[in-house]
Nanobody
Framework: QVQLVASGGGLVQAGGSLRLSCAASGRTFSSSAMGWFRQAPGKEREFVAGISRSGGNTYYADSVKGRFTISRDNAKNTVYLQMNSLKPEDTAVYYC???????????????WGQGTQVTVSS
């Protein structure tokens, strides 16, 4: 099993930056693809970014491409989401997830973190 703990959220002004972290426990982190999703009030959970097991392949939603960067450190069992040029529409609860492969869908992920709130003020 994998347990995920997300952190790093907060309140930031538009144009600012935040870095989210997701720490994983368990020995299977390096064999798991990782994803970041977000969910705004009244909306469905949506894919933000994903990274392959080795970190060699990354994937982004069009809405964050060029502003967000996903990375992982398998030695530290941690995946990161660097978020720059934040916009009010980025406001949401951000979740990390682990699965066998990167997917834009929620279903293929086996494990989820508890979520961390990101609020971007205008």
């Amino acid at each position: 099993q994998v347990q995920l703990v997300a952190s790093g959220g907060g309140l930031v002004q538009a144009g600012g930056s935040l870095r989210l972290s997701c720490a994983a426990s368990g020995r299977t982190f390096s064999s798991s693809a990782m994803g970041w999703f977000r969910q705004a009030p009244g909306k469905e959970r949506e894919f933000v970014a994903g990274i392959s097991r080795s970190g060699g392949n990354t994937y982004y939603a069009d809405s964050v491409k060029g502003r967000f960067t996903i990375s992982r450190d398998n030695a530290k069992n941690t995946v990161y989401l660097q978020m720059n040029s934040l916009k009010p529409e980025d406001t949401a609860v951000y979740y990390c997830a682990a699965g066998a492969r990167v997917s834009y869908r929620v279903d293929p992920y086996d494990y989820w973190g508890q979520g961390t709130q990101v609020t971007v003020s205008s």
